[in-house]
């Protein structure tokens, strides 16, 4: 592995044709302080004799980096043609590739040897060549940091217009919203240049601007002591200008080509400033200049920031630069839109305001704007990272036609992009999902959400605001927000590879999108989730958003109360008073658990039917409700049935498993039943079959589900299977952190449990109650093996490895070693006491009184009927023709059914939960001996595809019509005294009707 730096002097190996020469010089560096100096003339060469290390990648490997070349040239000034790089051996070329040289400063190019260049490498290429073309006139190149042979992450190559036929995948992969710049810049304009800027337009314009720039600065104070903050920072970067020549520490992000045993090394030579800390300057620095009085003071601002402009330019940070990859570039490049926008002014008298402009539309991605409207797809990243970068690069254009018209590019691509999308194709989902990374993921919708609507704000009320439709989505997904959440933090099944219990929701967007309206555009703010806002807001918060909105006479809405489906999810809510019981699981379609080789160690069994009760703290919290990860025994997430493994065992094993992915694990069932259901948004359930992947254990399976009628949630677990013969398999009732070690549990009759630690395993010949020490009361039927623990537990970080320890009440339920036809069944009470807990045991004992009965457990189906609310459930794991339990006596698709009876009415909600992505199975997710295999997800091409259509039907005893007509639903005499009821089922969401007797 060669690399040249050229700190050292011209390496032996590098020579040149007559008609060229070489030199060190220091007038140019990407690292140390020296580069090649290349004089040339028309037809030049370089030729560099080195074995170049190349190896053909091998398939099966664990990493799929892919061998590459890589170089920084600076060119003093644009010339038209390429430079041509032969690579080969003995004379011979065996492959090439072309870098234009249109262009002034420095640029880079990552260019892989099997994919990305002309001809076919071999192993034994041992020579580089550099041509200059013909006709050219003679001048100077800069060569630094030339490396013949690294390994690099497949997916980050990315082509610009010095390069621009590396990577062609990456324009439709999914790093494409970071990667395809060069491909946004390529489409031409969908949209019609109007004649002329109308009146209503021009008011539009000084509004945007109006309320963009407000979002970023507010006028203030600017001390001598924060000029001269900045000025010691803008010393610390270097940046001198010495005959029109502009020397400084390079500006950096990326190191992902940097060969891992000597990135520390080259980071440390190359001595550079991250271009988060640039950005970060220019905002801050734009912001004192716009406060700042003194004339001297401002001049020195505006010099500070034009000439870190000037060299980010210089730097290759500049319009038609991909400095090698720009993958994750967003992150670290927010900051110039807001800065540049506040100095608009000042660069168009500098006359640098349109070369800055046009630098960003690139970085952010405007061309993408013009894509088809068929195939546009939202993405988290950019409302996050780049989507006021967009709008700001279009705000800053002279007020013309041209103007107008990419507005309204924005306008419709933004709108369009909001819209429930197909499949799992992100944004935002028709049940209120928020998607990144092919799932549901608030970590990421979080900082979606922090970026769109502020622009949705900006655009309200113009010629250029979102459409109704993808106002409406975007409401319903962050109305969502706060369901899943309690009060800020959601659900740890959600959690994706953040398992920490710390993450939570912002309440600034319900701010932004309050006053954005409401989505039919009649009323000024949105009154619905203003009063979230002021829910969600802490005590001693007081915003000027939460006095506008309380002036007007808004109040903080209670704590929402109901059940609520996710079947893009596979996430079932329920909530009452101020507590949230959640369950989640997975299937075919979406991942069990997201793990990174630094991130979710061992998160496997995170949505094996893991059900969460918040319902402690003030505000409601993960810490207070149970949750540390400290000591956390990451084998028993409550709700979920698992083999308990020892913790090396339990660890993940992640592996780079195609090109399409990274270092990741997102491990896929082969079942395609998971999700819940609800009932007039009051009570609900939730059911899956688990079956694991082989990956791990390949033959552990059961059929889960939970019913939520008010406090009362009803679980039932059949047919438990697995061959391990070494781990015992558990059903977990509760996990429960223990800040006092003597907090109690109260286990039956024996009283408060004070001791520490404390063990009991027990095969129940009779019913018992458990309350556990965050108020949550279990009631356990005879015939099962409870244990109930209080215990110093002993674990592992998540992401670091470590050990950790905590103090933790639990009890589960064990269902041995290899089970075959496992079962449990259990009952909670959410915020409880003894008395209720001891009231409920009671009444459970006697039929007549008993709160619910479980008329069938079988691997087939789980029934349970709740006497008060009158209302039966049916988790129908398989179709079944002769059911035959309360009014269903049929149904030709597994299904999940609830039918509330009242007064002879029948209210009925049912749905298949499969999302139909596909049918029947995937071939190459299978090996040639049937066993499942690991994919990534991101390979599959059903991740776009949208849901399909099923008719379900389900039999009824009686005969029956709809009170009223309903889409998608059909009623129909059947065979004897029953009627048929058929649904057209997609997209997992439940349908529901009334039915009324036919008399």
Not at 497 to 524: I, V
Not at 651 to 673: H, I, K, P, Q, Y
Not at 804 to 828: C, K, M, V
Request: proline letters at 5%; hydrophobic letters at 35%.
């Amino acid at each position: 592995m060669t690399i040249f730096s050229f700190e050292s002097g011209i390496p032996v190996c590098f020579t040149c044709d007559r008609h060229s020469r070489l030199s060190i010089t220091n007038q140019y560096y990407k690292d140390g302080n020296a580069s090649l100096q290349w004089d040339y003339t028309e037809n030049s060469s370089v030729i560099v004799t080195e074995s170049i290390g190349y190896r053909p990648f091998q398939e099966g490997t664990k990493d799929q980096a892919r061998d590459s070349f890589t170089i920084w040239i600076y060119n003093a000034a644009a010339v038209e043609g390429e430079l041509v790089f032969e690579f080969g051996r003995s004379g011979a070329v065996d492959c090439s590739f072309q870098f234009g040289l249109n262009f002034r400063g420095w640029r880079t190019a990552w260019v892989a040897y099997e994919r990305d260049m002309t001809g076919c490498p071999h192993p034994d290429m041992d020579t580089v060549t550099i041509r200059m073309p013909m006709g050219i006139q003679p001048g100077t190149l800069f060569i630094d940091q030339m490396m013949l042979n690294t390994p690099i992450d497949p997916r980050f190559h990315t082509r610009d217009f010095q390069v621009p036929l590396v990577n062609l995948r990456a324009d439709v992969s999914a790093n494409a919203h970071w990667l395809a710049l060069y491909a946004f810049e390529q489409l031409a304009p969908k949209h019609a240049i109007p004649s002329a800027v109308i009146q209503e337009d021009q008011d539009a314009f000084g509004l945007m601007n109006e309320r963009f720039e407000a979002l970023f600065f507010k006028e203030r104070r600017v001390s001598k002591e924060e000029i001269t903050l900045l000025q010691r920072r803008f010393a610390e970067y270097g940046i001198a200008r010495k005959g029109g020549i502009l020397t400084g520490r390079p500006i950096e992000l990326f190191f992902d080509h940097y060969p891992p045993l000597l990135k520390e090394e080259l980071k440390r030579l190359s001595n550079g400033v991250q271009l988060s800390e640039i950005t970060q300057f220019l905002l801050e620095t734009a912001i004192c200049f716009r406060s700042c009085e003194e004339e001297e003071q401002q001049a020195h601002l505006q010099a500070m920031f034009i000439t870190v402009l000037d060299y980010m330019e210089d730097q290759g940070w500049t319009y038609g630069s991909s400095q090698g990859t720009v993958h994750h570039f967003g992150y670290n490049f927010r900051d110039y839109y807001p800065a540049v926008f506040l100095m608009r002014a000042d660069l168009k008298e500098a006359g640098i305001l349109e070369r800055t402009q046009r630098t960003m539309r690139w970085y952010s991605g405007v061309g993408r704007t013009h894509t088809p409207l068929a195939e546009v797809e939202g993405n988290i990243d950019i409302y996050n990272t780049t989507l006021h970068g967009m709008l700001a690069s279009l705000l800053i254009m002279d007020d013309t036609p041209e103007k107008v018209r990419d507005l309204k590019a924005f306008c419709d691509w933004l709108s369009q992009s909001l819209l429930p999308a197909p499949g799992l194709r992100a944004a935002y989902k028709i049940d209120g999902s928020a998607y990144h990374h092919v799932n549901h993921y608030p970590a990421y919708a979080v900082g979606g959400f922090q970026g769109v609507t502020p622009m949705m704000y900006v655009l309200k009320g113009t010629p250029f605001r979102v459409s109704r439709e993808a106002h409406e989505t975007i409401r319903k997904a962050l109305l969502s927000m706060r369901l899943y959440s309690n009060k800020r933090e959601w659900l740890i099944s959600l959690s994706a590879r953040h398992p920490t219990g710390k993450w939570a929701l912002d309440p600034e967007p319900f701010a932004f999108l309050a006053e954005s309206g409401t989505p039919d555009g009649r009323s000024e703010v949105d009154t619905e989730v203003a009063a979230a806002y002021l829910r969600l807001l802490d005590p001693d918060e007081r915003t000027e958003a939460a006095h506008r909105f309380e002036a007007m006479g808004i109040i903080a809405e209670p704590d929402p109360n109901g059940h609520w489906t996710m079947n893009y999810a596979a996430l079932a809510i329920h909530r009452r008073g101020s507590w949230l019981a959640g369950m989640r699981g997975h299937s075919r379609y979406l991942w069990a658990n997201e793990t990174y080789v630094n991130a979710n160690l061992y998160g496997r069994y995170i949505s094996h039917g893991h059900l969460q009760i918040m319902s402690r703290g003030e505000p409601v919290n993960h810490q207070a409700s149970g949750y540390q990860q400290d000591g956390w025994d990451w084998n028993r997430w409550p709700g979920t049935t698992t083999v308990h493994k020892p913790l090396e065992e339990l660890r993940a094993s992640v592996c780079n498993v195609d090109t399409f992915s990274g270092f990741e694990e997102m491990l896929l069932s082969d079942e395609t039943f998971a999700g819940g259901l609800h009932l007039e948004g009051h009570n609900g359930m939730f059911a899956m079959k688990l079956h694991e992947h082989p990956k791990y254990e390949g033959s552990h399976r059961a059929r889960k589900s939970a019913f939520f009628f008010n406090n009362r949630i009803i679980c039932l677990g059949s047919g438990i299977e697995n061959d391990n013969t070494a781990n015992r398999t558990e059903t977990t009732l509760f996990q429960n952190h223990l800040p006092i070690r003597e907090d109690p549990l109260w286990i039956d009759e024996a009283g408060p449990i004070y001791d520490f630690p404390y063990f009991q395993k027990k095969q129940l010949d009779n019913p018992t109650w458990i309350l556990d020490n965050k108020g949550n009361g279990y009631y356990i039927p005879a015939g099962q093996t409870i244990s109930v623990s209080k215990a110093t537990q002993h674990s592992k970080h998540q992401s670091t490895d470590v050990d950790t320890q905590g103090d933790f009440a639990a009890a589960w339920l064990d269902h041995g070693t290899s089970p075959t036809e496992g079962s449990y069944a259990y009952a909670i009470l959410v915020d409880t006491d003894c008395g209720q807990v001891k009231r409920f045991y009671e009444q459970m004992e006697h039929p007549d009184s008993a709160p619910y009965k479980v008329l069938r457990q079988e691997r087939s189906a789980h029934v349970v009927f709740d006497a008060e609310s009158c209302t039966t459930a049916y988790a129908l794991f398989e179709a079944d023709d002769c059911l035959g339990i309360g009014y269903v006596t049929a149904v030709d698709t597994p299904a999940m059914v609830m039918i509330r009876e009242e007064s002879g009415t029948l209210t009925m909600s049912a749905v298949d939960p499969d999302l139909r992505l596909y049918e029947e199975i995937e071939k190459d997710q299978y090996d040639r001996n049937g066993i499942q295999k690991e994919v990534s997800v991101y390979s599959r091409k059903w991740v776009h595809a949208k849901s399909i259509a099923h008719p379900m039907r389900i039999t009824l005893k009686g005969q029956w019509m709809l009170s009223s007509p309903e889409q998608g639903v059909q009623v129909f005499a059947g065979e004897g005294d029953c009627s048929v009821v058929e649904l057209i089922c997609q997209d997992g969401m439940p349908k529901e009707l009334v039915l009324v007797p036919i008399v």
